[in-house]
Structures are given as C-alpha cells and as structure tokens.
C-alpha cells in the first residue's frame, strides 16, 4: 500500500519548505510533493510531461493550491481538476496570500473544499499548517478513488 501523499503546489520556495517542516513536525505527512507551477502540477497528477512516468494510481490525499502561480494559475488548474472524471474528487485546499473577496468566492465555485488565507507570522503559518496536515492526513475520510484504477 502507497503512503499518503500531500501535493504542494507552491512557487515560492520559502513557503514550500516552511509548509515541510510543519508537517514533518507534527508527523502526519508520510510524504509531500512539491511543484512550482501550475502546469508542473497537472502534469504531475494526469502522469504528463516530466512526470509521465508516475504511478497514475498514486493520487494525493489532499492539493494545497497556491493561487498566485506561474504559467497556469491555481484557479485554472482548479478547474481541470473538477473537470477532470478521475481528479474531481481530489481534496483541493486553496492555501494562498490573497484576501481577495472573488477569488475565495470563483475558489469555492470552482469546487475548493477549502480556501485559507497563509498567516504573515511564522508561528500562525506553521500552527496553520500543522492543523491542515491533521485534519487532512488523520482525520478527514477521503473519497473514494476514481475508476481508472479500480481494476489496475
């Protein structure tokens, strides 16, 4: 049986690795994947590009989506992802700087089970995290997988 997966989709570098260390502190990630952008992303859930070759069985448990992404945004990349027959399901937490009233509004339209807002502070932010990892990781019941591996 695969580990629990937490996919990151993060571009700044700091964050992505403050967001590390906060799961592994508090112990309830068994492996998080990091990527920079939204492109990198699908690619790396749909088993395209430079990930073509990943085990497409291996679905995170949750996506901590940034919004302020390069080359496709975190919106679109939502988007895909609840279009998507095998990906729609996908736990999709919007972890983002922006307080932006339309994008929590399109967020949450688009199908986010989450929209957070990441604290300046760096004890929030890690407080912040460890809580998500948790409640993710430990607690939350996730659905079931979709059908292209049923029968794998």
Not at 19 to 42: F, I, K, P
Not at 114 to 141: A, C, R
């Amino acid at each position: 049986m695969n580990e629990p997966v937490i996919l990151l989709v993060e571009d700044n570098r700091d964050d992505a690795e403050l967001t590390r260390l906060a799961l592994s502190d508090c112990r309830v990630a068994n492996q998080m994947v990091w990527v920079q952008d939204g492109q990198e992303a699908l690619d790396w859930l749909c088993c395209t590009g430079t990930h073509a070759e990943r085990d497409p069985c291996l679905l995170p448990t949750v996506v901590l989506l940034d919004l302020k992404l390069p080359k496709i945004n975190g919106l679109e990349v939502l988007e895909r992802i609840r279009k998507d027959p095998f990906l729609r399901r996908l736990p999709v937490v919007i972890l983002t700087s922006s307080k932006e009233e339309q994008d929590i509004i399109r967020g949450y339209d688009l199908g986010a089970n989450s929209y957070i807002q990441k604290p300046v502070d760096f004890e929030q932010f890690t407080h912040s995290i460890k809580e998500l990892g948790v409640y993710w990781m430990v607690i939350n019941e996730p659905p079931p997988s979709g059908t292209k591996c049923e029968n794998a």
